[in-house]
């Protein structure tokens, strides 16, 4: 009942911006860590960048000063934004969070079905 979905991907130019969101619906009581994974054809997913629920970040070092992630705990969404973009940044993006659905319930790994970001002129 729980589910994950992004949005905001699509074809942008070298050097250009985009900006992904990721809206997480259901019996939600509260989120741990959420992220943005991303895996481009024939190569292993990656972890893109990570925030908790205090908004303590991390980057991949390819990312670093380039994307930023953040997080409105009220409305239970999390965004990455892409500046700076390079062909390789080329991938579909996985919206990723632990979810959960009580005070003492254990967190729960969701995630999203991914949207397709591409970096071509």
């Known amino acids: 009942q729980v589910q994950l979905l992004e949005s905001g991907g699509g074809l942008v130019q070298p050097g250009g911006s985009l900006r992904l969101s990721c809206a997480a619906s259901?019996?939600?009581?509260?989120?741990?860590?959420m992220g943005w994974h991303r895996q481009a054809p024939g190569k292993q997913r990656e972890l893109v960048a990570i925030?908790?629920?205090?908004?303590?970040?991390n980057y991949a070092n390819s990312v670093k000063g380039r994307f930023t992630i953040s997080r409105d705990n009220a409305k239970n969404l999390v965004y990455l934004q892409m500046n700076s973009l390079k062909p390789e940044d080329t991938a579909v993006y996985y919206c990723?969070?632990?979810?959960?659905?009580?005070?003492?319930?254990?967190?729960?790994?969701?995630w999203g079905q991914g949207t397709q970001v591409t970096v071509s002129s």
């Open positions: 990723n969070a632990e979810i959960k659905f009580s005070r003492l319930g254990p967190p729960i790994n969701k």
């Open positions: 259901g019996n939600i009581f509260s989120i741990n860590n």
């Open positions: 925030i908790a629920e205090s908004g303590n970040t």
